[in-house]
């Protein structure tokens, strides 16, 4: 089975171990990281949400304008916009990039963050509401006739949509999240399901309860599975150890002072659970980074040379992961090594693996 490799299209240069030097939206910088990561083998690239951050969709314009065959993942958060409004949107957005759109779902796991903009539902009813925005969009990029919706969180009559993306018959949905209800609504409704970086086992049991839940739901296919980490290399085993504690003390340099929450999010608790049974798990996972950061989204490390990460990166293939995201902490320089030097072997070990089982 094919793999692909997504990376991060940050707006600015800053990152847990980097303050950034200038503002949040960085023309230069944002077109200078894309098109390193279009340059040295990468497939997609991230624009990410946060409520202060700048707004992914016309960033990703911006990069879809200026790239060729880069294809952008655009973050979306369902209490931002109407799901009539996000699908013209994102409809817009595939016809600029012609064709190279997929959106990720964000249901959110932080009730503050949340609530930054107005958005007071309990996790529950997001996650509700989150599945219901998801069909309304699809249908609204495949439906040349005029439609009704009365749900639970959203109501119209009538709509007509003129603006339909480029793919057929849709852009891809990708969705995250390690809690049974998460496991529902992308179970249901997600072409790719997004998970952190946990030791091989516990990633095996997320993985095979995703596919419960799309068969729960009546699919007859199931999500492509996602799966993140901090890749972290240098030449040698000794001289990738030393920069991941140089990393882990830059961090803690830069969160000086700052106290961690307990996250709400599972996820996050996985990661910290992972971090509290080992520094270390399988052939290069590492998650001090993790537990520094209180679990903060994509945060365990593979630590090695690029032959080290690539096989663990197999490692993940081998369960059936077929979309390996990756950022380092330096981001454009991290991209460009990684590009250069592991996605290279991970793809020259798939074709292998393909070759001797034609049936993947």
Not at 130 to 149: C, L, M, Q, V, Y
Not at 154 to 166: G, S
Not at 215 to 227: E, F, K, S
Request: with cysteine.
């Amino acid at each position: 089975m094919p793999v692909e490799f997504l990376g991060i299209a940050a707006t600015n240069e800053g990152s847990e171990v980097t303050a950034r030097s200038g503002p949040s939206f960085d023309k230069e910088y944002t077109l200078e990281l894309a098109r390193a990561h279009e340059d040295h083998g990468w497939d997609r690239v991230l624009f990410a949400y946060g409520s202060g951050s700048p707004d992914p969709s016309p960033a990703a314009a911006y990069v879809a304008a200026h790239t060729e065959k880069l294809q952008i993942l655009v973050a979306h958060r369902p209490n931002v916009s109407y799901p009539t409004f996000a699908a013209k949107t994102f409809a817009t957005l595939d016809r600029i990039s012609d064709g190279r759109l997929a959106v990720h779902f964000i249901t959110g796991g932080n009730d503050h963050e949340q609530q930054r903009e107005g958005d007071f539902l309990t996790k529950d009813e997001r996650y509700e509401r989150t599945g219901e925005a998801i069909r309304i969009i699809k249908r609204a990029w495949t439906s040349h006739e005029p439609f009704d919706h009365e749900g639970t969180h959203y109501r119209f009559n009538d709509f007509v949509n003129d603006t339909f993306p480029v793919q057929q018959p849709r852009p891809q949905v990708s969705f995250g999240g390690s809690s049974p209800a998460a496991y529902a609504v992308g179970g249901a409704e997600a072409d790719i399901y997004c998970l952190w970086g946990e030791p091989l086992a516990q990633t095996a049991e997320q993985i095979a309860s995703v596919k419960e839940a799309a068969r729960a739901a009546g699919r007859t296919d199931v999500p492509r599975i996602q799966v993140a980490f901090r890749p972290i290399i240098a030449p040698t085993e000794e001289l990738a150890w030393e920069k991941a504690h140089r990393t882990l003390a830059r961090i803690r340099s830069r969160k000086s002072g700052t106290p961690l929450n307990t996250p709400e999010n599972t996820g996050s608790r996985r990661l910290l659970a992972a971090a509290a049974a080992n520094d270390r798990h399988d052939r290069a996972l590492w998650t001090p980074t993790a537990a520094e950061t209180g679990g903060a989204g994509n945060s365990t490390a593979l630590v090695g040379t690029p032959e080290t990460v690539a096989q663990a990166l197999l490692d993940y293939y081998d369960l059936g992961v077929e979309i390996i995201s990756a950022r380092g902490y330096d981001l454009l320089d991290d991209a460009i090594d990684f590009g250069r030097h592991v996605i290279p072997i991970v793809r020259e070990e798939v074709a292998k693996r393909d070759a001797a089982n034609p049936a993947t």
